[in-house]
């Protein structure tokens, strides 16, 4: 019986690092996106700021 047990102690830790993933993906997920909108937010900026600098 110590088998079973054994691998049914794997299993379980490997569902647990499966759901880590998945959080962690999911995070991973968030973030690039937020950086993503920083990035076109930079971008209308310096756009605008090059724009007033022609003016000037």
């Known amino acids: 019986m110590p088998r079973r047990s054994g691998i049914r102690g794997h299993a379980q830790v490997l ?14 997920t968030k973030l690039a996106e937020a950086v993503g909108a920083l ?11 090059a724009e007033h600098g022609k003016v000037q």
């Not at 990035?39 to 700021?49: C, D, I, K």
């Open 39 to 49: 990035v076109v937010g930079q971008r209308e900026r310096a756009s605008v700021l």
């Open 15 to 28: 569902n647990a690092i499966r759901e880590d993933q998945i959080g962690q993906r999911q995070t991973l």
